[in-house]
């Protein structure tokens, strides 16, 4: 969405930035009451951290189900309110927004499991140890189990960005992005359709040219040339 990021309240007169506190309440004052005093911008992003903190606390009183749905819902209300346009400007597909994806979708998983096995909840626990900084196992670490929810969170990543990535686009004319986009949606679908039941090196490769996408288009030429790569490393893998 279009925003007036610069604000001024009309009845302190204090200045801020909406950008930085996603709210149209004045910071001092907490009046409702202002204006935006500059031109719209496109912004999608919002003010959020991830914090895992309170859901780590629980693993020694609570069981994997209940830790896992914890996670799931932190996780959920984290990526509900990021997005990758701040103040007109395209931001990459950051580690953070992947790894809570991820156990969003790995939680939610697991909470709905009767029996989840010792390889998943190893899995999800060290994937909790690290998320909301961005850190995640290793794919080849990625348990049999949890293939499906591993790959469905990938195409979820990959797919909230390219949404910011064609707004982008559309004010920023760019054919050859456009084109990469176009392969990578085409690949994200294919895993939509198979439900996720891919290799998950693929997935992740599908993350990575995605990440790369943006990249290129913020002025990384060289970005161009790796999405292909990681792109083709897919459809090696699929011939």
Known sequence: MKVRGERECQDCGTRWRYYETGSIACPDCGSIHSVGIDEHTEHTDAPATLDLTPVRSRIDADTTREVADAAAERCREYTRKRGFIDAGELRPLDPTFVAAVELQHV??????????????????????????DGDRPAVDEVPSALRVPYGLAMAAAVDSYQRDVRTYLDANSEPTARQLSGRIRDHRKRVEALDGDVDPADANRLVHAARDLGSYITGDESAFVRAENWLTGIEDDTV
């Open 107 to 132: 939680g939610a998983h697991l909470a709905r499991e009767l029996r989840s096995g010792d390889p998943a909840e190893r899995y999800f626990y060290e994937l909790l140890g690290g998320a909301d």
